[in-house]
């Protein structure tokens, strides 16, 4: 069930900017003014994760043009923007975090590309860290790929490696998935595959999603004329264990979902023992007790979910090779080759 606080377009619009909201008044105070006077050529809404702080009515009462769905319940990122896009028609949908601040024709350069090419389903902005301006953001730097065992990295960052912007990834190019954070998506195409998975509730259900966009021969792209400051961690921060158990239970669900079935039962044992061992390594960190049994919990989720995992499958045309999935580990190359930078690998 999805309530809608302010009656929405009838008509259908060309872009949607879309915020999903989680409690989250201090981030919507700070970038929704910027946002705002940026996005004069689209149509922006606020879509409520059923906050309970006064987001909704400080939405409200300072801007008055912004479109506002209440979704009835928090269902994570995933839930709440299948919910609230049901809501909305238009030709694109720019899912956005409220820990972002875009800059001045942000919008333009990536709508214009994707109005080039019906086979461009997604696309991204270069994504710089709002605390650190020359450096790449984790979420996904200048666009996402993936190694042959479901590890991403990106252009910009591997694993917790973070390069500094000296204009080395500008260049508009196909990648493997594009950041949730900032996620311009075609309405018909995100449909098309039926959107988000529901069940994955937050973290790297754009992955999935992207993938299964690839799986029916669509291009994901960055496009770095448009440019965007991330802070990360707006939601759940880095040190949640919450969100080390939906990182490990998520990435098993998509590989098992997405991988072709040559290489089905043979990546995900080998899946299994690594998470292991990084479950391992937490034990070294701060809470790492924590974090061991979030990994734990994502294994037997996993285990759980599989008979459902199988159903979907058979909804999937998954395919051997794809632009962005590479051959190689990058965990080997970075772990024991001490590769830092995607120039190296």
């Given at each position: 069930m999805v309530m809608v606080a302010q009656k929405m377009e009838t008509q259908k619009i060309k872009t949607a900017v879309v915020v999903l909201n989680w409690n989250g008044k201090a981030w919507l105070e700070k970038f929704l003014p910027n946002l705002v006077n940026h996005s004069q050529e689209a149509t922006v809404f606020i879509a409520d994760n059923a906050s309970t702080d006064d987001s909704v009515a400080f939405v409200k009462s300072h801007f008055p043009t912004v479109k506002i769905i209440i979704n009835a319940s928090n269902g994570g990122y995933a839930r709440g923007y299948n919910d609230a896009l049901k809501q909305i028609s238009a030709d694109y949908f720019v899912l956005i975090n409220s820990?972002?601040?875009?800059?001045?024709?942000?919008?333009?350069?990536?709508?214009?590309?994707?109005?080039?090419?019906?086979?461009?389903?997604?696309?991204?902005?270069?994504?710089?860290?709002?605390?650190?301006?020359?450096?790449?953001?984790?979420?996904?730097?200048?666009?996402?790929?993936?190694?042959?065992?479901?590890?991403?990295?990106?252009?910009g960052r591997i694993f917790n490696e973070l390069e500094e912007d000296k204009g080395q990834y500008n260049d508009t190019t196909e990648v493997f998935w594009a950041t949730g954070a900032c996620f311009f998506v075609r309405a018909k195409c995100f449909w098309e595959v039926g959107g988000f998975d529901n069940d994955f509730f937050a973290h790297q259900e754009e992955i999935d999603l992207c993938w299964r966009l690839k799986n029916i021969d669509y291009k994901i792209m960055v496009e770095p004329k448009s440019m965007v400051y991330h802070v990360g961690g707006g939601t759940l921060n880095t040190g949640s264990a919450f969100k080390t158990h939906l990182n490990f239970r998520n990435n098993l669900?998509?590989?098992?979902?997405?991988?072709?079935?040559?290489?089905?039962?043979?990546?995900?044992?080998?899946?299994?023992?690594?998470?292991?061992?990084?479950?391992?390594?937490?034990l070294k960190q701060t809470n790492g007790f924590f974090h061991l049994l979030a990994i734990a919990k994502a294994h037997f989720a996993f285990y759980f979910a599989i008979p459902k995992l199988m159903a979907k499958r058979q909804n999937i045309k998954q395919k051997r090779k794809l632009v962005g999935k590479v051959n190689w580990s990058i965990l080997f190359k970075n772990k024991i080759k001490g590769m830092k930078r995607f120039t190296e690998l």
């Open positions: 820990d972002i601040q875009v800059t001045e024709n942000w919008l333009s350069p990536i709508i214009n590309l994707m109005d080039s090419d019906d086979k461009i389903a997604a696309c991204q902005p270069k994504l710089l860290d709002y605390n650190k301006r020359t450096k790449f953001e984790y979420a996904g730097a200048s666009g996402g790929f993936i190694d042959n065992l479901g590890y991403p990295f990106c252009r669900k998509m590989l098992f979902k997405n991988l072709h079935l040559s290489s089905l039962f043979v990546i995900i044992p080998i899946r299994l023992v690594l998470d292991a061992v990084a479950a391992i390594t937490f």
